[in-house]
């Protein structure tokens, strides 16, 4: 390639190019599905959840029944992505004229010793690419203002602008204390044990400085230092069925398949 005018080579390979292809795993959940697993759910007895007064058995042993009936009803569907990022919809019809103008005076001042018409170019090169900066600006906002999130529409656009795609990987093995952990239950609780140590640790730490270290700006003593009053302990109150029932039915103003460790999803 030359920055004046394009020369192209061809050589000869045995390389072709193969297209990546992002490829996903989702259940397949529309109308028929979910009314297929709502007759499953009534004709279900339910009888071995009374078995038990614990709460929590009772609770396992209806996850373990509706889970059952959930994976039977919704199954897995593949789903695979080209993996095209190109998102031009901010091209209008101006700007593509705009574009074949360029490329001709590109060609009449390349083959041409006037400075006029080179200075020319130049200044049109500039005026064309704040036009399309503008457009891409008025887009991509448009399409931010349409959104009911704000925050989610925004960081859609930076992924497909960036091409930055999460990939999850397992975490394969962690070392604590020069030993490495592979197993997948020990590296949970190396984490669980970090996470709900690190405050104790922090408290004899912020005891032992006694607050005189200023790199040492603990929570607890910035709330004694402003309020007069410690901050009351939290206290968990008791609700009543109807208060439950009334959180149940406001779900269903949000229609998500998101869900979390119980695989149930809110619109589900």
Sequence with gaps: MSDHDVQLLTISTEYSYIPTHRSTTVKKINKHTISDFVDKLTCESWDSICNSEDV????????????????????????????????????????????????????????????????????????????????????????????????KATWKIIKKLTNNHYSPTDLQELMIDNKYLKDQQDIADAFNNYFSS???NINKNIVNNKYNDAKVFPTQYYLEKNYAHPPPFLVIKTFSTKENTSIIRALKLKKKNSYGFDEISVKI
């Design 198 to 200: 690190i405050v104790d």
């Design 56 to 151: 929590n058995a009772m609770f396992n042993s209806f996850l373990s029944i509706y889970l059952r009936i959930f994976y039977s009803r919704f199954p897995l569907k593949k789903l695979t992505n080209h993996n095209n990022n190109t998102d031009n919809n901010w091209i209008t019809l101006g700007i593509k004229t705009w574009c074949r103008h360029k490329r001709e005076l590109y060609l009449i001042s390349s083959n041409s010793n006037d400075e006029k018409l080179e200075r020319h170019y130049q200044a049109y090169c500039k005026v064309l690419l704040k036009v399309i900066k503008e457009a891409k600006k008025l887009y991509y906002d448009t399409r931010n203002k349409k959104s009911n999130n704000k925050c």
